[in-house]
């Protein structure tokens, strides 16, 4: 038997456990005792708690991406990207308080690109949350580096804002972003695509990021879709030209990218798991759709009371809960038979994770449930058992199988 039919046999045992161990609740709150809150509405919860935590109402800011913990912390930085997901995470609820605090974000997002030194549309990788402006007016960088797929997030999370509020500042602000990467990233040669970004010394990233080009065929599609204007169309059929060049036909998955050369296949970085879930939910092409299926049986993993999926097949002695609901909200629009039990069974993972993990609190997700679980091969690619902005947004995502890759229908 293969370890994803262990490991879906073993997460039917424990849902039908979980839902035995429902029904008894339920019999209490009949008696009188009031249910306790959703899963969905601790996440949110934790969520917003964080947003206010240095400040409150319309004030600019963004969010500190992790908790510290003893083993971790990466003191009040907020990652853009944590930001870019949780935004969309704010509409795909879309209370009003939601689209309010969607709103501050947009605003904070777009017054650091007004206000970069650089004033040529970008947005850096991170921002301090204490205060993300200064006493001069200018935003409080923390990373200097600009990579591409965090720049393609923060314009798809500002064209989701502009089609809910249909405030034409925000997608001026994403256009401004595409326009950036056109004139700095775009590669015409060969596999086409755009490469990985700017180092914080202003020096080129030369490799192509597969998970990167996912990102921008996104971005260039909802521009495309929003603005009518063709061009996007044709700058999202580059991004999947590079795409295109990194899909094993044979095992049925995505390499990471390329060399520094930005033509040759990377294959000795490991195979992550996003490429292969986002893939499917930017590009719904039928021909790739298997790749969820590659990382279902090959980047499972087991760590004690939890499952889920890792990072990448190099380190599976842990889960990694955004992974794991990547991987959930992938099943549960992909609509194959099956899918919709397995989504079902990984958001449960996820939510034994939310009550029991290291660290856990009861609302917000962790990023890991141990610490120290690899990403990559140096020490420094490592995730922490740290409640994190990112991993709790995603769950709310997979909860609501909401896409952050297409627009959201409007309510």
């Not at 600009?146 to 999370?157: D, F, K, P, S």
């Not at 999926?309 to 955004?322: I, P, Q």
């Not at 909200?329 to 996820?350: E, F, N, T, V």
């Not at 610490?371 to 409640?387: F, I, P, Q, V, W």
Request: proline content about 3%; some cysteine.
């Amino acid at each position: 038997m293969s370890h994803l039919s262990t490991l879906i046999r073993r997460r039917r045992v424990q849902v039908a456990a979980q839902a035995a161990c429902a029904g008894i609740l339920l019999v209490a709150a009949s008696a009188g005792e009031a249910q306790p809150p959703g899963s969905l509405a601790n996440a949110y919860a934790f969520l917003t708690e964080r947003m206010d935590r240095y400040a409150q109402g319309g004030t600019l800011r963004l969010v500190q991406s992790y908790v510290p913990t003893a083993a971790f912390s990466s003191g009040d930085i907020s990652y853009t990207y944590d930001d870019d997901v949780m935004l969309i995470a704010l509409l795909a609820r879309g209370k009003p308080d939601d689209v309010s605090r969607a709103r501050v974000l947009g605003e904070s997002l777009s017054y650091a690109q007004a206000h970069d030194p650089a004033a040529d549309g970008r947005v850096r990788d991170g921002y301090h949350a204490k205060a993300l402006v200064d006493g001069h007016g200018l935003p409080q960088i923390a990373g200097e580096t600009v990579h591409t797929g965090n720049l393609a997030w923060t314009g798809i999370a500002l064209a989701q804002l502009y089609s809910v509020t249909k405030n034409f500042k925000y997608l001026k602000a994403a256009l401004l972003l595409a326009n950036f990467i056109q004139r700095n990233f775009n590669d015409a040669c060969g596999i086409g695509g755009y490469i990985g970004g700017f180092e914080a010394n202003g020096k080129k990233i030369t490799y192509k990021s597969t998970e990167q080009n996912i990102d921008l065929y996104a971005l260039f599609t909802t521009l495309a879709h929003l603005t009518g204007d063709d061009i996007w169309k044709s700058r999202a059929a580059h991004a999947l030209k590079m795409i295109a060049a990194m899909w094993d036909s044979k095992q049925g998955f995505f390499w990471i990218g390329t060399g520094l050369d930005g033509q040759s296949i990377n294959k000795l970085d490991p195979i992550p798991e996003d490429v292969q879930t986002w893939s499917f939910l930017s590009l719904h092409v039928n021909q790739y759709r298997r790749s969820i299926d590659w990382a279902l049986a090959n980047i499972s993993a087991t760590s004690g009371a939890f499952h889920g999926l890792s990072f990448a097949a190099n380190d599976r002695s842990g889960v990694w809960f955004e992974g794991t609901a990547h991987a959930a909200d992938a099943l549960a629009l992909r609509h194959l038979p099956g899918d919709a039990k397995m989504s079902a069974q990984l958001l449960g993972d996820i939510e034994i994770g939310q009550a029991h993990a290291p660290n856990a609190n009861g609302e917000g997700i962790v990023a890991a449930s141990k610490d120290g679980l690899r990403t990559g091969d140096g020490n420094n690619d490592r995730y922490y058992a740290s409640l994190h902005i990112g991993a709790t947004a995603w769950y709310c995502l997979a909860k609501q199988r909401a896409n952050p890759f297409v627009l959201l229908p409007r309510r």
